[in-house]
């Protein structure tokens, strides 16, 4: 993000709506909903002839509302089989992260107590797993992240977003999915007389989760691309 700070400073780039349009996309990949929603809205007000700034922008609200919305209402799963669903749960669901611990290819161990959401900490999680059921997954107009809500025995539930996932790939709903060492973010978004508040678990690479006991391997994993955006004159 440097770069894009350095181009503010330059008197003739800071009008330039691509600067903001690519920053807030970037933003947006970074999970900075609110940098990504104000950058959006600077690139339309130094163009408002150029539709791409405002169409990302509702395609973000939009992204938001649905993932508050299946968090509140647990997927819109029904009662009973929700609870059907979590009391299948058992320690096998945890797959190579079971026991208390994990070793990786290279016979290195980590050690790994399974917690539940309710118990992770902001950010950065280590020597923890977590373990739930996937309730509901959905793709937006962007099909980066695949987005998914997952509710553990306590009946917590969380949006999780895996980047770099395989088209195809992503766990359905009534999959097991463990988590090791997971990483949370606070969602905090205020737009207008909209305010979304949620927490969420990033993934940077699929490979690491396990998905019915079974760790994923590197097939499930696709490239990450970035792309930027310029007017057309």
Do not use: H
Not at 14 to 23: E, V
Not at 25 to 40: C, D, R
Not at 226 to 233: D, F, I, P, R
């Amino acid at each position: 993000m440097s770069a894009y700070q350095q181009a503010e400073k330059d008197p003739v780039a800071k009008c330039n709506p691509d600067l903001y349009y690519n920053r807030a996309t970037a933003y947006k990949y970074q999970e900075e909903y609110q940098l990504s929603i104000m950058g959006f809205s600077r690139a339309s007000l130094l163009d408002p002839t150029w539709s791409n700034p405002q169409e990302k922008k509702r395609q973000l609200i939009d992204y938001l509302l649905k993932v508050v919305t299946f968090i509140e209402t647990k997927g819109k799963l029904k009662g009973k089989r929700l609870t059907s669903m979590l009391e299948s749960l058992t320690e096998s669901d945890l797959g190579p992260y079971a026991g208390g611990s994990y070793t990786g290819p290279r016979g290195n161990s980590v050690k790994l107590d399974k917690c539940s959401l309710i118990e992770l900490q902001k950010e950065t999680n280590p020597e923890k797993v977590v373990v739930g059921k996937v309730v509901c997954s959905f793709m937006s107009d962007d099909p980066v992240p695949f987005t998914l809500c997952m509710v553990d025995a306590m009946e917590t539930c969380y949006s999780v977003t895996i980047y770099n996932m395989a088209e195809g790939c992503g766990p359905k709903i009534g999959d097991s999915l463990a988590i090791p060492e997971p990483f949370v973010q606070e969602v905090e978004v205020q737009y207008n007389d909209q305010a979304f508040s949620y927490k969420s678990i990033r993934v940077d690479s699929p490979v690491v989760l396990a998905i019915n006991g079974k760790k994923l391997g590197l097939k499930k994993q696709a490239p990450s691309v970035l792309a930027v955006n310029t007017k057309s004159e």
